[in-house]
T-cell receptor, first 114, second 114 residues
């Protein structure tokens, strides 16, 4: 009955590879997000989708491409991985209507690029 | 643009002592404010939120925070620290436009000494 789930939890890969991280929420929320947490624990928004429509696309290399097949899923595909992509990636969701803007986070995916 | 400043990257208290984690925000309009907690190797859990109702907000695990507009502050407190409170704490402010992105502070690591 996990509210926001991510797979995989750990991802170790080599430079130049392409990888995907999947996120699913069962909260019935309309909006989903990807955040990146760097080695200093700093969290920064990358993308958000509302009902499968891209709302936020921060200054992120275009090697990162989010895809939302439906409002319960938001995946993150990363091409040509670089060492600097090593981080923890968090998925989150929030209701679009009403609510008070709080977001619910998944457990994170720790990506290590070697 | 909104921003959040957390004073003190590390705070250490004795078990049973008062916990005070500081957060100051910058926003052109009254914001929504949040405190999240992150335990090691876990996602972020919402502790409490301020959404322009009561200025003193109570959250989970005995934490509370007071919104002070004159000081642009939203400090987190707990009267008596428990060993299980040791974690990273993040203050966040919400973008009140349709983007709804959260802007996070840099985090404060709370250590609780026996």
């Amino acid at each position: 009955d996990t509210a926001v789930s991510q797979t995989p939890k750990y991802l170790v890969t080599q430079m130049g590879n392409d990888k995907s991280i999947k996120c699913e929420q069962n909260l019935g929320h309309d909006t989903m997000y990807w955040y990146k947490q760097d080695s200093k624990k700093f969290l920064k928004i990358m993308f958000s989708y509302n009902n499968k429509e891209l709302i936020i696309n921060e200054t992120v290399p275009n090697r990162f491409s989010p895809k939302s097949p439906d409002k319960a899923h938001l995946n993150l595909h990363i091409n040509s991985l670089e060492l600097g992509d090593s981080a923890v990636y968090f998925c989150a969701s929030s209701p679009q209507r009403g609510g008070t803007y709080e977001q619910y986070f998944g457990p994170g995916t720790r990506l290590t690029v070697t | 643009a909104q921003s959040v400043t957390q004073l003190g990257s590390h705070v250490s208290v004795s078990e049973g002592a008062l916990v005070l984690l500081r957060c100051n925000y910058s926003s052109s309009v009254p914001p929504y404010l949040f405190w999240y907690v992150q335990y090691p190797n876990q996602g972020l859990q919402l502790l409490l939120k301020y959404t322009s109702a009561a200025t003193l907000v109570k959250g989970i695990n005995g934490f509370e925070a007071e919104f002070k507009k004159s000081e642009t502050s939203f400090h987190l407190t707990k009267p008596s620290a428990h060993m299980s409170d040791a974690a990273e704490y993040f203050c966040a402010v919400s973008d009140l436009t349709g983007r709804r992105a959260l802007t996070f502070g840099s985090g404060t690591r709370l250590q609780v000494q026996p």
